[in-house]
């Protein structure tokens, strides 16, 4: 059983730069790999990134290839999202997930356990 927990997002001007971040609960989080997602309103949920646990492998969605970054440390049980030139179009809440497979997913799905989601704004 893994608990994530988000602190809050933030609001951004266009072009500015924000880290996320998830702390995790549960005794094999170093097993699981991590992902984040994002919804805007009146849209699906949809991949940003995703991370496996041995920090090898690492996927984007292509419209954040380039200026997000997923990192996790497992010793701190947490894993992080640096969001640089951030755009309007950014604008979501953001969640975090796990679950014990091995190659990162980009499908929703695919994860069992998700934090509560943070709200990011980039303004123009």
């Known amino acids: 059983q893994v608990q994530l927990v988000e602190p809050g997002g933030g609001l951004v001007q266009a072009g500015g730069s924000l880290r996320l971040s998830c702390a995790a609960s549960g005794r094999t989080f170093s097993a699981h790999a991590l992902g984040w997602f994002r919804q805007a309103p009146g849209k699906e949920r949809e991949f940003v990134a995703a991370i496996d646990w041995r920090v090898s492998t690492k996927r984007y969605a292509d419209s954040v290839k380039g200026r997000f970054t997923i990192s996790r440390d497992n010793a701190k049980n947490t894993v992080y999202l640096q969001m640089n030139s951030l755009k309007p179009e950014d604008t979501a809440v953001y969640y975090c997930?796990?679950?014990?497979?091995?190659?990162?997913?980009?499908?929703?799905?695919?994860?069992?356990?998700w934090g509560q989601g943070t709200q990011v704004t980039v303004s123009s």
């Open positions: 997930a796990a679950d014990l497979i091995v190659t990162p997913s980009s499908t929703a799905s695919m994860y069992d356990y």
